[in-house]
């Protein structure tokens, strides 16, 4: 692997790779599916530095951050990782918004848990549009 081909995979991982969110229990599909962009793209990289800045805005004048606030930036960073979705819900589209994304977040540890998961999965980036 040489620097053109390094460089080539984190710009690739910034069109991001659909991710099927699975039932906890039975493994199967839920018919939702995200677009999210890989651990290595500009998108993450992005987020990241956010999430930073929100931790700064957060902190009291002795520089500490309150549990709430350090939660509240990890799923602003998490979300920001989300590039689009296909979600329904009463049989119609949900539109994809960072206040929905955020509303999927919270509805379930398990959907965090599998969404940083992938997002932060190489092997799921490499090779594939």
């Known amino acids: 692997m040489d620097l053109n081909e390094i460089e080539a995979d984190a710009q690739?991982?910034?069109r991001g790779?659909?991710?099927d969110l699975l039932d906890p229990v039975t493994g199967k599909a839920t018919g939702i599916t995200l677009r999210i962009a890989g651990p290595d793209s500009a998108t993450q990289a992005r987020a990241r530095v956010q999430m930073v800045d929100d931790l700064a805005e957060a902190a009291d004048d002795d520089g500490?951050?309150?549990a709430a606030a350090r939660e509240k930036a990890r799923l602003n960073c998490l979300a920001r990782c989300v590039l689009g979705w296909q979600v329904t819900e009463d049989g119609q589209p949900v539109p994809f918004t960072h206040a929905n994304v955020l509303r999927l977040l919270k509805a379930a540890?398990?959907?965090q848990a599998q969404i940083d998961g992938f997002a932060s999965?190489?092997?799921a980036f490499r090779g594939r549009g």
Request: without cysteine; hydrophobic residues 40%; charged residues 45%.
């Open 121 to 123: 999965d190489r092997a």
């Open 17 to 19: 790779r659909d991710f």
């Open 64 to 66: 500490r951050v309150s």
């Open 109 to 111: 540890a398990w959907v």
């Open 12 to 14: 690739d991982q910034d």
